[in-house]
């Protein structure tokens, strides 16, 4: 079930006409929030219950065994990662695998081919598998003590807000706020209503508007040869992927707000970063800090030596580039900002052009326009599909804007300067006034109709529907 679906908004409706009455008693509100999420997840294919229930199963009975028989803690907790990550391991990296084996049988002239398992991949099972692991391995840790109720736990592990497309949350944080339900303010439930009308239009209006000119440029076998329109395709992606997916967590939050509970922050703007170290704090934030706490740090991080903190880096990178997809390309889109991150660390690159006059614009461009270089391999279908891109991007002699006009629909145009400009309206630092943080009832009078507005153009001039591109991972 999408969001920007009529299916979703009807399940929201009735979900929240019940959740005042229901969410009164602990239980009651757990066993209402399992049934409605495993509603919604069920809706695309009800076979995927079963793995979500499976994978719930272990980390909860793990959890409990952990806290009665803490002499085996750890083995409790290497069966725990070894069931969530062998069922990414079958149903995300099996035909991976296979297709490279395969390769190398053939390179060595061995006779014969493993045939390819051709599994479907359950929506978010990603997400899910990472905020089930979080639970285990705190309770291990004794960061957190173990749910003996079956429903508490179902009720953290499948939220159907942030169910499969994040934010991830770790149980630490989310399994107390499940302990309660209390009244929602009036400011909650309009900070919601914003965040659920902005998220919309970031979808919605900008990424799916954005994503009928990048798909078609992508979907074409033989690619344009236009430097200057593939430039503008990928800008295009830039923004189409930030919005699409920062339009999903923020819809996610603002639900979460309505029912009386905190996700965290899942994106700050992270192209108005100056430094690549800062983009990772402003992008997927909930991912890279589950990679950092639960990768990065007990690799060793920084505390080994120079050396080691950039082998721990490389790691943990990788790993995020196959938590994203099976795919060589998704391998490289990760040794590229791995190799960015690397030389910001040797040379500090962004800090000494930052002293410089107007450097810190100078900056922030320049990690733009790499973080674009490096979304070819994230977008691109293969590997050899990317190198085309390349190749077309860095033929200067073949700009051919005339081309990219022609080939560019006007609306993904317009999209475009208008996503352009909000943000160097963040990088310059206006939306920091006293005006857009005021509580005043003039500015509420223009936030109401502002979201109306909004509201109107989301209805309106919605483009056709394109399913979340995180829902693949």
């Keep these: 079930m999408q969001f920007n679906s ?17 969410k009164r008693r602990n239980t009651t509100r757990w066993m209402y929030l399992v049934v409605a999420s495993f509603i919604f ?20 009975f793990a959890g409990l065994a952990m806290q009665r028989y803490s002499s085996r803690r750890r083995l409790w907790l290497v069966l725990s990662v070894c069931g969530n990550v062998g069922s990414l391991a079958i149903f995300k990296y099996l035909d991976f695998g296979i297709g490279n084996l395969n390769w190398l049988l053939g390179a060595f002239g061995i006779d014969g081919q493993i045939p390819a398992a051709r599994l479907i991949l359950p929506v978010g099972i990603s997400f899910y598998t990472f905020q089930s692991m979080s639970y285990t391995i705190d309770v291990y840790r004794g960061l957190l003590q173990p749910t003996h109720n079956i429903f508490h736990f179902f009720a953290y592990l499948s939220l159907f807000p ?5 934010p991830i949350v770790r149980a630490k944080d989310l399994l107390p706020q499940l302990e309660t339900a209390g009244e929602v303010s009036a400011d909650e439930r309009w900070d919601g209503l914003n965040l659920i009308v902005f ?4 979808k919605v209006v900008v990424a799916d508007t954005l994503a009928g000119t990048v798909n078609a440029a992508f979907a074409t076998p033989e690619l344009s040869p236009s430097a200057g329109y593939w430039w503008i395709i990928m800008v295009m992606f830039a923004f189409q992927i930030y919005c699409d997916f920062s339009g999903y967590s923020d819809i996610a939050r603002g639900l979460g707000k309505w029912m009386g509970y905190e996700f965290p922050v899942n994106f700050r703007n992270p192209y108005i970063a ?11 934030i909930s991912l890279s800090t589950w990679f950092r706490d639960y990768v ?5 991080g920084s505390r080994k030596g120079p050396l080691r903190n950039q082998v721990n880096l490389w790691i943990t990178m990788l790993i995020s580039g196959l938590w994203h997809g099976a795919a060589w390309h998704f391998i490289f889109w990760a040794i590229t900002h791995s190799f960015y991150l690397t030389v910001e660390r040797f040379t500090a690159w962004p ?3 930052t002293r410089l006059p107007g450097g810190r614009h100078l900056a922030t461009l320049a990690v733009f326009v790499l973080t674009v270089l490096a979304w070819v391999f994230f977008r691109a279908q293969t590997l050899e599909q990317a190198v085309g891109v390349f190749r077309m991007m860095f033929d200067f002699g073949n700009f051919n804007f005339a081309l990219a006009d022609r080939l560019i629909d006007n609306n993904a145009r317009n999209v475009l300067l208008i996503i352009i400009g909000s943000q160097l309206f963040f990088h310059l630092g206006l939306d920091k006034g006293q005006w857009t943080t005021s509580r005043s009832r003039p500015k509420l009078a223009f ?7 909004l509201i109107a153009v989301c209805v309106f001039n919605r483009a056709p529907s394109n399913i979340f591109i995180y829902f693949q991972f």
């Design 199 to 202: 998220g919309f239009f970031k």
């Design 41 to 60: 997840y069920g809706w695309w294919d009800w076979r995927f219950l079963f793995l979500i229930i499976g994978s719930g199963l272990i980390d909860f």
């Design 274 to 284: 100056s430094s690549f170290q800062e983009f990772w704090q402003r992008w997927h």
């Design 162 to 166: 942030q169910l499969v497309a994040g």
């Design 351 to 353: 800090r000494k052009l």
């Design 6 to 22: 009529l299916a979703f908004i009807l399940f929201t409706g009735l979900f929240f006409a019940s959740w005042p009455v229901l």
């Design 447 to 453: 936030d109401s109709l502002f979201i109306a507005v």
């Design 296 to 300: 990065y740090i007990p690799l060793g």
